[in-house]
């Protein structure tokens, strides 16, 4: 579906205003995070008790079989919310620009075929970091089974051990790779949706860097709120070049528990 000049103008919101645009975000991601939170902590509560059970009943645990085990549900899991997180922000800004038209007409200037590909290629580049994660959840049983035989214990001792100091440990990891992966996943695809946006109408659109500003939020954030640049251009934070945030080229230090947020806008609702 290609759109003609006169309809351009539906692009334009008029006055932004940063922290109504933050907030709307902010919800629809924690909306995300939490369902995406309840998956994974059923998917680990249920990992620990199965391999705490052939530990007990059997004195089996090998951490390689584990990790690979874990990460063939891991995965699909993830691919699953990544796009769920995709179609919830293009939705959201199909809403945004085009209000008098069916979202299934308009979605994406008619290219949704396109999300897909986009989602793959996103979730391909986040594999090797994912990958670690079932590892180190594996490795920490190993650790405490390990722990558990030096101390002379028995298998249930042991098991229970495990179950004692991993469970809470595996909700708060799950807690943190909901939130981040959600941010991460939220702030790649609103990009991707604002750069065929302008690839499609030639409107020149402009990104500004949004801090959620509260006694949690990093300096560097902080400092970074208020950056407008263009679509082609990158942030500075903290030193550090970022297209988006989340962008995992700022580091674990910018990137894990980050709540930050970038508005888009044609250049002249951006500076008016």
């Given at each position: 579906?290609?759109l003609?000049?006169?309809e ?5 919101q008029?006055r932004?205003?940063?922290i109504?645009?933050?907030?709307k975000?902010?919800?629809?991601r924690?909306?995300?995070e939490?369902?995406f ?9 249920k ?8 530990y007990?009943?059997?004195g089996?645990y ?23 997180v995709f ?15 069916k ?22 580049s ?30 249930p ?11 809470g440990?595996?909700?708060s990891?799950?807690?943190?790779i ?10 790649f ?10 690839e ?22 902080s400092?970074?709120?208020?950056q ?12 550090v ?24 806008a044609?250049e002249?609702?951006m500076?008016?």
């Open positions: 579906m290609q003609n000049r006169k351009f103008n539906s692009f334009r008029g932004i205003s940063a109504r645009e933050s907030r975000q902010l919800i629809l924690n909306n995300l939490k369902r939170y309840r998956t994974l902590s059923t998917l680990f509560r990992f620990v008790n199965t391999q705490l059970y052939l007990k009943e059997f089996l090998e951490s390689s079989i584990a990790s690979q085990r874990l990460n063939e549900e891991f995965m699909p899991l993830i691919m699953a919310h990544y796009k769920r179609k919830a922000m293009y939705k959201n800004n199909e809403d945004n620009y085009m209000m008098d038209r979202a299934e007409e308009a979605f994406v200037f008619g290219r949704n075929k396109d999300i897909e590909t986009i989602i793959e290629q996103y979730f391909f986040r594999q090797l970091v994912l990958a670690g994660i079932t590892a180190r959840m594996s490795n920490r049983i190993s650790v405490l089974i390990e722990q558990g035989r030096a101390d002379n214990l028995t298998l001792q042991i098991a229970k051990l495990v179950s004692d100091n991993f469970l440990m595996s909700r990891r799950a807690a943190l909901a939130r981040t992966e959600t941010h991460n996943a939220a702030s695809a609103n990009d991707s949706y604002h750069l065929m946006l302008q499609d109408t030639g409107i020149k659109m402009l990104k500004r860097w949004v801090a959620t500003i509260d006694d949690r939020t990093r300096p560097t954030h400092e970074a709120s208020g407008i640049v263009d679509m082609s251009e990158d942030f500075m934070v903290g030193g070049p970022m297209k988006y945030a989340g962008d995992s080229r700022g580091g674990a230090k910018n990137v894990i528990n980050c709540r930050c947020i970038i508005v888009y044609d002249r609702d500076r008016s």
